[in-house]
């Protein structure tokens, strides 16, 4: 074989080798960022509220469902959130089976609160996360802390955030009822808008943030804006997680583009990205706990989802 030729294989080998997730997809972690301070106290001890036993494992339609909902509402109250009508709550009926194969039907309540832009107040990011999980089957709670009190709590401080630190657009902050059952607090949303759809810039959404044991997270949504790839996600930094993206169609992982709520609203043609960890052991098990979550990560994480929101907010 020709010398030349055993070079150009040995090159193809190694091409081959990078169009992986981990060299293709891994974000750019040299670049510097300014310091995002989230009040990483109060996050944790809302997400250990919402994933204790108090809580009912947060099922649609149940007391643990309402007691979810008040919490949620009073945090928002808490920051001064402003009401897109005249509560925190938009209610919708629903029919859907739960992850159990059980038929479920009732009422919901997704939770919206807003931050009003400086300069586009008629514009608005919906940064959301779902808060429903899947209650009590036989004796066991699951109190689905990764998923999703982990997203829900992570909206505090976001929230929080953008109150001290305004943005140019307004900012919907949505806690999503109705997931577990298939996307209903959020297809509920997007077909019966308080706000018009041709005003919404983007979705942001967090679905699992809370633990992975290969430190990575992934933002998937890339794929369908060529400004939310160059603009925002080739911006993001962070020296202490492994950003990732992919998982939306164009490699040989799971397409997560309809896995949460985020796929409400691309159904609708709006810009998204999501946040979240590929599925762990204790993924929609009892034993997905607030012991299991790990700290550091998962404030790393809400840092990396502000981060985003922010460079959303600049370029569109």
Same mark, same amino acid.
């Given at each position: 074989m020709k010398y030349n030729t055993i070079i150009i294989i040995a090159l193809l080998i190694i091409f081959c080798s990078c169009n992986t997730r981990v060299q293709k997809n891994k974000l750019n972690n040299n670049i510097t960022e300014v310091a995002i301070d989230v009040?990483?106290?109060?996050? %944790?001890?809302?997400?250990?509220?919402?994933?204790?036993?108090?809580?009912l494992g947060r099922e649609t339609g149940t007391k643990g469902g309402d007691l979810s909902r008040n919490y949620i509402a009073d945090k928002f109250s808490a920051l001064k959130l402003e009401k897109l009508g005249d509560s925190y709550f938009q209610s919708f009926k629903y029919n859907g089976?739960?992850? @159990?194969?059980? #038929?479920?039907?009732?009422? #919901?309540?997704?939770?919206?609160?807003?931050i009003r832009g400086t300069k586009n107040s008629n514009k608005f990011i919906v940064v959301g996360a779902h808060y429903d999980h899947l209650?009590? @089957?036989?004796?066991?709670?699951?109190n689905g802390a990764d998923d999703n009190a982990s997203g829900t709590a992570a909206l505090f401080s976001i929230a929080n955030y953008f109150k001290n630190n305004p943005?140019?657009?307004? %900012?919907?902050? #949505? #806690?999503?009822?109705?997931?577990?059952?298939?996307?209903?607090?959020?297809?509920?949303?997007?077909?019966?808008?308080?706000?018009l759809q041709k005003d919404i810039l983007c979705n942001i959404n967090m679905d699992m943030i809370g633990r992975n044991r290969q430190n990575e997270l992934y933002v998937t949504g890339t794929r369908h804006s060529k400004v939310l790839r160059d603009s925002v996600v080739s911006k993001l930094?962070?020296?202490?997680?492994?950003?990732?993206?992919? @998982?939306?169609?164009?490699?040989?992982?799971?397409?997560?583009?309809?896995?949460?709520? @985020?796929?409400?609203?691309?159904q609708k043609g709006i810009p998204f990205l999501y946040f979240g960890v590929e599925d762990h052991q204790d993924y929609h098990r009892a034993s997905d706990t607030?012991?299991?979550?790990?700290?550091e990560f998962y404030i790393e994480a809400?840092?990396?989802?502000?981060q985003a929101t922010k460079k959303v907010d600049e370029v569109m």
């Open positions: 009040d990483s106290v109060n996050q %944790i001890e809302s997400l250990k509220t919402l994933s204790s036993d108090i809580y089976n739960n992850d @159990h194969g059980e #038929a479920k039907k009732g009422l #919901a309540y997704n939770v919206l609160g807003l209650g009590i @089957h036989g004796k066991k709670i699951y943005p140019k657009n307004s %900012i919907i902050i #949505a #806690a999503w009822d109705g997931e577990e059952i298939g996307l209903l607090g959020s297809k509920y949303y997007v077909n019966h808008p308080i706000i930094y962070s020296n202490k997680i492994k950003l990732l993206t992919g @998982h939306d169609g164009d490699d040989r992982e799971d397409d997560w583009t309809y896995s949460s709520d @985020h796929g409400s609203f691309h607030f012991e299991k979550i790990e700290q809400t840092r990396i989802v502000i």
